[in-house]
């Protein structure tokens, strides 16, 4: 049985249905909605057919061209208001729809492929957060972890630099564990995990580490890490920035076989 979606996909069809709902009372096509609200058909059917995430701006300008007071601003703060970090929710929504993603980290394991000791030692260090809050916080990261177990799951390529296998979080035997976990993961025909050797010296990662969801029939979508958390970026050019960056990593990086037998010589001979 496939893995129940995230609560953000119930939230984005939501939206749609009531977006198409409202727009054919108006008696309007999506040209003629797209033209009113000043966006491009192509998005206007993208959110209709879940494949873009509405924005408050489009839901401010729904409310107004479609006499609805309100009702598409309360309906997309429902995609705000999900228990991710604020500057994720707009990203877990396409992570969710993606068929491939591309990963580069450079400090940290993926969240996709942390176990639940490393990403409690990860996020127990945010600053203001108690107890409870790093709970929901854990909670989350391993949900998102559902998509790997589906029966349709991604293609999930990840790049990580070495220093990331080798900093200690938690503590040895988190360590140990987590890389014993990536080391299994990266077994799985539809996951491919490559680690960039500290002799391959500087590199382009070092800047900082992003994600990029790829889809069937639409263009991709990226997620760049920030020193405020990360932010969502769509613009096409800046999205090619970023997969000719992950290319270039890939070259830097140890083929997939060497990778895996690295990842597994770590956690037996430092970490256990």
């Not at 999506?30 to 059917?45: C, K, M």
């Not at 990360?230 to 140890?254: C, H, K, P």
Request: charged share 25%; net charge negative.
């Amino acid at each position: 049985m496939a893995a129940k979606r995230d609560p953000d996909r119930s939230a984005m069809a939501l939206f749609a249905d009531e977006m198409r709902a409202a727009r054919d009372r108006a008696g309007l096509t999506q040209d003629e909605l797209a033209a009113r609200v000043n966006y491009s058909t192509t998005l206007v059917a993208m959110v209709e057919s879940l494949k873009r995430v509405p924005q408050a701006d489009l839901a401010a300008r729904l409310d107004d061209v479609l006499a609805t007071p309100g009702t598409f601003g309360r309906l997309q703060e429902r995609l705000r208001s999900l228990p991710f970090p604020a500057s994720f929710r707009p990203f877990a929504a396409y992570e969710d729809l993606a068929v491939a993603l591309r990963n580069f980290e450079n400090c940290l394991i993926p969240g996709l492929l942390q176990t639940e000791d490393y990403a409690r030692a990860v996020l127990s260090a945010r600053p203001n957060t108690n107890e409870d809050e790093v709970d929901e916080l854990v909670a989350v990261r391993l949900a998102r972890q559902a998509i790997l177990n589906r029966d349709d799951p991604p293609a999930l390529w990840v790049v990580v630099d070495e220093g990331v296998l080798t900093r200690e979080i938690g503590s040895p035997k988190t360590m140990a564990g987590q890389l014993q976990h990536l080391a299994d993961m990266a077994a799985r025909p539809n996951i491919t995990i490559q680690v960039i050797p500290f002799s391959a010296g500087a590199h382009i990662g070092l800047q900082g580490a992003f994600i990029i969801a790829e889809f069937a029939d639409t263009p991709p979508v990226a997620f760049l890490a920030t020193a405020t958390d990360g932010q969502t970026i769509e613009d096409a050019s800046a999205v090619a920035r970023a997969l000719f960056t992950f290319d270039n990593l890939r070259s830097e990086a140890l083929p997939r076989k060497a990778s895996r037998e690295q990842i597994q010589r770590l956690a037996e001979e430092r970490w256990t």
